[in-house]
């Protein structure tokens, strides 16, 4: 099977993702076509099968997360994919996997907008979206990949977040990153570290299904296993059934947050560049952080101290690194293809002197080396 030996191979970005998935252990896929990610879909419809997996095109995007939450329950690992218009519809399903605690994966891949907007151009507008789309307070775990390597890494690694802690987790790309060839080396299943969702290890009798152990995580099995379920959209108690109790409603709000807390550690990631000495900082992400380390490097050759911080986790956003480092620093550039919606989390972070530049395009057009050289010889 292509799994066994994966080896050296030209890949898109969108295919990677697929690949990262299938090796994660994703055995279920509902979407619906839309560009730039559509990719992932056609991939999947022909992989699938061969792992005695589930492909499903469904008739909306909103259609297509319900059923992944719905093959997440029944014991799968699924996901979808899709770009923004279909994320907006996905918001109330995802809503729903958060006060549920159902693992899922969800890939938006980022194009210009709002509605229709640029369907074939690349953007970062989607950020904050994937934070706060749906209603409520609610943990979420939201990466960013920024090459060929990263789709078929972050995408393991969303699928082990999402499993370990029961929480949906969203991976953002865009045009760029998902239509990318470049040649990775992949590696082989042995190599790969792959996590499954904790079952109990009580009896049926005793078992509730929202009864969370010392990480603030129920333990979860599948519907037809034996056990007793009752899952709903409703704030719940321990049992699963809806609740009243103001007690039991605050220290669920609050037990969903702590599960995420207790995890930073290994959720919250970031990549750095010439740190050790930077007295001008940048802080990217996605493929514009590709462009951000070339501009780096090419100012660190003339002598400039210019480091970078690459976001992978973009939330819970990693303020445990990002702070400390406007404290060394005297100025920061973040540039985003967006108005500007990382750029005010490092204002939030930051409690220094140190200033905060954005850089920021919005016309469908990539941010190059080129022009962050000229914004950070400015600074």
Known sequence: MFLDNMGRRLLQGNEAIVYGAL????????GYPITPASEISE???????????????MEDEIASIGAVVGASLAGAKGMTATSGPGFSLMQENLGFACVAEV????????????STGLPTCPSQGDV??????????????????????????????AFNISEKYRVPVIVLSDEIVAHTRECVVLPSKEEIYV????????????????????????????????????????IHDERGYPTQNSKEIEAFHRRLTRKITLGFQEIQM??????????????????VARSALSA????????????????????????????????????VL??????????????????????????????????????????????
């Not at 994660?24 to 896929?29: I, M, Q, S, V, Y």
Request: charge should be positive; hydrophobic fraction near 40%; glycine fraction near 8%.
């Open 43 to 57: 991939l999947f419809s022909r992989l699938l099968p061969q792992t005695d997996g589930t492909f499903i095109q």
């Open 296 to 331: 780096v490097q090419s100012l660190r050759d003339r002598g400039f101290k210019i480091g970078l911080v690459q976001l992978i986790t973009l939330f819970p956003f990693p303020r445990s690194v990002v702070s400390p480092l406007l404290e060394k620093c005297r100025a």
């Open 103 to 114: 693992p899922c994966v969800i890939v938006n891949v980022m194009r210009g907008g709002p």
């Open 23 to 30: 090796a994660a252990g994703c055995r279920f896929f509902a």
């Open 195 to 234: 996590v499954d969702r904790i079952k109990p290890s009580v009896p049926p009798e005793w078992y509730h299904p929202y009864e969370a152990d010392r990480r603030e995580v129920p333990p979860m099995v599948a519907f037809g296993e034996g056990y007793r379920h009752h899952v709903t959209g409703l």
């Open 334 to 379: 973040v540039p985003e293809m967006n108005m500007g919606q990382i750029s005010r989390e490092v204002q939030r972070v930051n409690r220094t002197d140190c200033r905060v530049v954005k850089y920021n395009r919005v016309d469908g057009r990539f941010i190059t080396p080129k022009e962050l050289i000229k914004s950070l010889l400015k600074i």
């Open 128 to 157: 904050q979206m994937a934070r706060w789309g749906t209603h409520g307070d609610h943990p979420i775990v939201v990466l960013a990949v920024s090459s060929v390597r990263d789709c078929f890494s972050l995408i393991i690694k």
């Open 270 to 287: 970031t990549s750095g560049y010439f740190l050790d000495d930077a007295e001008i900082l940048v802080i990217a992400y996605g493929s």
